[in-house]
């Protein structure tokens, strides 16, 4: 058989000779399997006409389902054109064959999470997905210069847009909506279908009855009066079982066989106008679809591990439904492990060097009609308390995420031996925000040393040349033990020599409570202040006193402008807090105009971190009566009790 079978074949119309494709584009009609589902609809009113055994009922039921699958059909072939154009019409037919079903589910998964652009790369076309769809459905033949004649179809005199491309733009925006409304339809009932395409896996249920078990063990007897069709599904390996009211299926099937008609008509009005320019068209100018917030509350989706089942909302189910919410907070590690984001823990609450993330994961219903969760993921994160093999994890994590690697999510309970599927999550979480200033062997070489010596190395938040130059002899040498032993020493030594100081502007309360804190920078060594002090060994100036550990917190003044500016003023340079102390003074004076709060650190491995907190009273922090420590009177407000009332003597 030759390559170019359908070229052999002589395509032609009154109007002339036709390619191939052409002569698909002009004679496929989308309308037959339309009319297909609407007369089978108008056949159910005579229900059955046979003896069926006492089993009329299932089989009406079952009539049903047919209409259901005629419907997913209709879906396939509508979304199989519509990816054949994006792809090009020059080559339809090579397109219209090639494309799967596989395919039109993945491109509608990447519609769902607004990833469109990710299936357009795969298929190197270079064009922005939103000027597609407006080319492919008329829009780019329209302008505010075209002749009425061009334009009788629209009339602006009686629309609520001053322009077409206002009413462009909204209309396209419409459009944009019931494409991803038909996608989620397609991916939410997929699924069912295939339980009725392969094996007809489709069971009629027309009794309504239903057992729901709580977290807590109590079972729930219902019965619901409408009749069911359960759909014995796969779902990555695993069968589960799906119960839809089969009415509501029906009608939901019907709304969307309408949606696509309208959509498919319009695309292949313009696609045969293309193909033939005396041909008239009209282009699509689509309207909001009028919905009552009623109907989409009358159903909810009760699930298990092994089944899906979507009842009418009654304050019992939803009971229910809100007593078996999860959340769960546990310390964790977190990394990727192929498409899957792993979270790592042994079941505790409090973190450790080996468990440093805190996280709280929160069940948010299940991804279309799967037992597959949908979860949310918040991340308390602290990097200063990873070491260099957590931080590496989080970095390879970070970039799985950005190219839209990770579509899955697992909990590893290592306390049990046993591995949950999570599913996909809600919100997958930033990682943006972890700095990744070095080049990344390093870090992947500081964790080759971690490994071999057994030593914890803590992730570097900032390296100086020394440092640098160690790590990159030891990547160059012949990486024996021995090699590891000396390098890790050397890294020490250098960090007992380091000290550093991380600087936070906090707001707190005239009770010193901290209510707000903000990180604005890290200065090279420890901050001496030029301060005394008076101790019961007389006075003593601040740099005597330091030693590790200690906390020393006092009153200052000087400073008269808003934290936010000190912030903005020291995010810019935050070399530009000595100048900010040196204008500070401590004494007495009323109320301070803000707090200096110095922490001694430990000696660490890198360096020694202290810190440095400027705590800025916010006195508009409202509370209940307050004793003043040094009247003995009560005052509910203390910034004025200080500064006019007080017969005590100022604060020192």
């Known amino acids: 058989m030759p390559d170019d079978f359908l070229g052999s074949i002589e395509f032609s119309e009154e109007s002339g000779d036709r390619t191939p494709e052409e002569f698909i584009d002009l004679t496929h009609d989308p309308d037959i399997l339309y009319y297909y589902i609407l007369d089978s609809k108008e056949k159910l009113n005579s229900g059955i006409e046979i003896d069926a055994d006492g089993k009329e009922d299932e089989v009406l039921v079952h009539a049903k389902v047919e209409i259901f699958q005629s419907v997913i059909q209709y879906v396939e072939a509508f979304s199989i054109y519509y990816l054949a154009y994006i792809k090009g019409r020059e080559d339809l037919i090579e397109y219209l064959i090639s494309t799967q079903p596989k395919e039109v589910k993945t491109f509608y998964e990447k519609l769902r999470h607004d990833r469109e652009e990710e299936y357009l790369d795969e298929y190197d076309i270079d064009s922005d997905y939103r000027d597609l769809m407006e080319t492919l459905f008329g829009y780019r033949f329209m302008s505010e210069e075209a002749d009425e004649e061009d ?21 396209a925006k419409i459009l944009d909506d019931r494409i991803r409304t038909v996608g ?23 009794d309504g009855e239903f057992q729901i078990s709580s977290d807590d063990g109590e079972v729930v007897e219902l019965g619901v009066d409408m009749e069911f069709v359960q759909f014995l599904c796969r779902h990555e390996g695993d069968a589960y079982i799906t119960a839809i009211p089969i009415d509501h299926l029906l009608e939901h099937s019907l709304n969307i066989a309408d949606t696509v008609h309208n959509l498919f008509t319009h695309l292949r009005k313009i696609a045969q106008a293309a193909i033939d320019d005396e041909r008239e068209f009209s282009v699509p100018l689509f309207e909001p679809i009028e919905s009552s917030s009623e109907s989409e509350r009358q159903w909810t989706k009760v699930w298990n591990q092994h089944s899906v089942i979507i009842l009418p909302v009654t304050d019992e189910i939803a009971g229910i439904m809100g007593e078996s919410e999860v959340n769960r907070t546990l310390a964790c590690r977190l990394h990727a492990e192929g498409n899957e984001m792993v979270i790592e823990t042994e079941n505790d609450e409090d973190i450790t060097d080996d468990y440093p ?18 979860v949310n993921l918040e991340v308390n994160l602290n990097l200063t308390d990873l070491d260099v093999q957590h931080y590496l994890d989080l970095l390879e994590l970070k970039d799985a995420t950005a190219d839209g690697t990770i579509t899955q999510t697992k909990l590893r309970d290592e306390a049990v031996g046993e591995e949950f599927a999570l599913g996909e999550l809600e919100t997958m979480m930033d990682l943006s925000s972890i700095e990744d200033p070095y080049d990344r062997e390093l870090i992947e070489q500081l964790a080759i040393l971690q490994t071999i010596t057994e030593t ?29 032993e000396q390098a890790v020493e050397e890294l020490q030594e250098i960090g007992d020599d380091l000290d550093s100081t991380i600087v936070f502007i906090d707001r707190i309360t005239p009770d010193q409570e901290v209510v707000q804190e903000q990180f604005v920078g890290m200065i090279p060594g420890r901050i001496d202040f030029d301060f005394e002090f008076e101790t019961e060994g007389g006075q003593e100036r601040f740099e005597e006193m330091m030693g590790p550990s200690q906390q020393f917190s006092f009153p200052a003044y000087g400073y008269s402008g808003t934290r936010e500016e000190l912030v903005s003023y020291l995010e ?33 491995f890198w360096r020694t971190e202290h810190t440095l907190r400027l705590q800025i009273v916010d006195t508009s ?32």
């Open 151 to 171: 334009l009788e179809q629209i009339d602006l005199e009686e629309s609520s847009f001053d322009s077409i491309e206002e009413l462009i733009e909204f209309s």
């Open 184 to 206: 989620e339809f397609y991916l939410d009932f997929g699924n069912a279908y295939n339980a009725v395409k392969h094996g007809n896996r489709a069971i009629p249920q027309t």
């Open 357 to 374: 993330i805190l996280a709280t994961i929160s069940q948010q219903g299940i991804v279309g009609l799967t037992p597959r969760p949908r």
């Open 456 to 484: 914890r190395i803590p992730a570097p938040m900032e390296l100086i040349p020394p440092q640098i130059e160690v790590i990159e002899d030891w990547a160059e040498s012949d990486r024996e033990i021995e090699d590891a």
């Open 572 to 604: 810019e340079d935050i070399e530009r807090i000595h100048e900010v102390l040196a204008a500070l003074g401590v004494g007495t004076g009323g109320v301070p105009d803000l707090r200096l709060q110095y922490t001694i650190g430990e000696s660490g």
């Open 621 to 652: 922090q409202s509370h209940g009566p307050i004793e003043c420590q040094l009247c003995g009177e009560v005052t509910t407000d203390i910034q004025t009790h200080l500064t006019v009332e007080c017969d005590a003597e100022p604060l020192s």
